[in-house]
């Protein structure tokens, strides 16, 4: 088992910056790949941007390209998103999750089926 714990949400304004963690404890020893995903109230999950653990490749959703920087501090076995160039659309609960085989970032349904997953924290951004 792998236990999520993100941190660093909050309020920011249109075309400032935030930077989110997800603390993962537990058998972080198993995770092949880490993620930050977004959801909307009402609405289902959006993957933002993912990381492999060895080889540290990224994948970002077109709305991160850009703007959002995902990695990963292995000694603290941490996983952090910076997020610049805010806008009030990014205002969503933001969802850290971990997976023990390589998933692909635009496959939701998977993710959430076959991934740990932190509770979330909030992002509120204004104009």
């Known amino acids: 088992q792998v236990q999520l714990m993100e941190s660093g949400g909050g309020s920011g304004q249109a075309g400032g910056s935030l930077r989110l963690s997800c603390a993962a404890s537990g058998h972080t020893y198993t995770l092949s790949q880490m993620a930050w995903f977004r959801q909307y109230p009402g609405k289902g999950r959006e993957g933002i941007a993912s990381i492999l653990v060895d080889s540290g490749r990224t994948s970002y959703a077109d709305s991160a390209k850009g703007r959002f920087t995902i990695s990963l501090n292995n000694a603290k076995n941490s996983l952090d998103l910076e997020m610049n160039r805010l806008e009030p659309e990014d205002t969503a609960m933001y969802l850290c999750?971990?997976?023990?085989?390589?998933?692909?970032?635009?496959?939701?349904?998977?993710?959430?089926?076959?991934?740990?997953w932190g509770q979330g924290t909030q992002v509120t951004v204004s104009s």
């Open positions: 999750a971990a997976s023990t085989i390589p998933l692909d970032l635009a496959s939701t349904i998977i993710w959430v089926r076959r991934a740990f």
